[in-house]
């Protein structure tokens, strides 16, 4: 690094490098090589790094690196992770991260305080960042397949809005003509047609949000996705 800005102050007429604060000891180290070989003074500026409430920095390294092309980490993903900052780091993600003014940041921050449950400091964290970095669409996208897979009323969500949403969550073929009891045990949902059952008559299966009882059933519709939840929060895309 410090060669680096060596060729950049040579080549390029650089004279200040810009990074976080674990860099600083890279560019003094720069800073020095400069003023050694060529006589001339250059700078360096750090600002502080960006860090969880237990000090953790962001990054690749640290296998927590959240990405600004949403290609990378999609809107939904960016508005889980920051819904999700802990009460005590939010703030400080506001006064960095955003451009609300001092005194929004405080009226927030009041609020924060007295119905931290309300999450109104991370919500508008969630939007300040969504929308600026992928539009209002994007932000408004996001929370709406949150809100749908709380509720479990996810049978309006769009195709673009269900591959967001279960971006990691692996993909079954969809096979035409088959009851729900098969599909459940043949790709390994359930255990057995008798734990299928069980959860059958129990409500806990439901297709697109749909509770569904009975064994026999076979799904019959246009759609790309199919959606089949067991339980409160296991989900199986099936996919045309």
Do not use: C
Request: glycine content about 4%; proline content about 1%; hydrophobic content about 30%.
């Amino acid at each position: 690094q410090s060669l680096d800005f060596l060729h950049l102050y040579e080549n390029k007429n650089v004279t200040l490098q810009v990074a976080g604060s674990d860099q600083w000891g890279n560019i003094t180290a720069g800073i020095e090589l400069i003023r050694k070989k060529t006589g001339k003074e250059v700078y360096g500026m750090t600002m502080p790094l960006v860090t969880d409430s237990q000090g953790k920095k962001f990054g690749k390294t640290e296998g927590n690196a959240i990405w600004l092309d949403k290609n990378k980490t999609s809107s939904y993903e960016l508005y889980q992770f920051l819904i999700n900052s802990d009460d005590e780091a939010v703030i400080d993600y506001l006064k960095k991260l955003t451009f609300l003014s001092k005194e929004e940041i405080e009226d927030i921050e009041k609020e924060h305080k007295k119905t931290p449950e309300k999450r109104l400091a991370q919500e508008t964290l969630a939007k300040e960042i969504i929308t600026f970095l992928h539009g209002e669409n994007a932000y408004n996208d996001a929370k709406t397949i949150s809100k749908a897979l709380f509720s479990g009323n996810i049978k309006d969500l769009t195709d673009s809005q269900i591959e967001d949403a279960f971006k990691e969550v692996e993909k079954y073929k969809f096979e035409e003509n088959k009851k729900i009891i098969d599909i459940l045990t043949e790709n390994k949902i359930v255990s057995s047609r008798r734990e299928a059952r069980e959860f059958l008559n129990n409500n806990a299966i439901t297709l697109n949000g749909e509770i569904i009882n009975d064994e026999n059933y076979i799904i019959d519709n246009n759609r790309k996705y199919n959606i089949i939840r067991r339980g409160k929060k296991k989900y199986y895309i099936f996919e045309k």
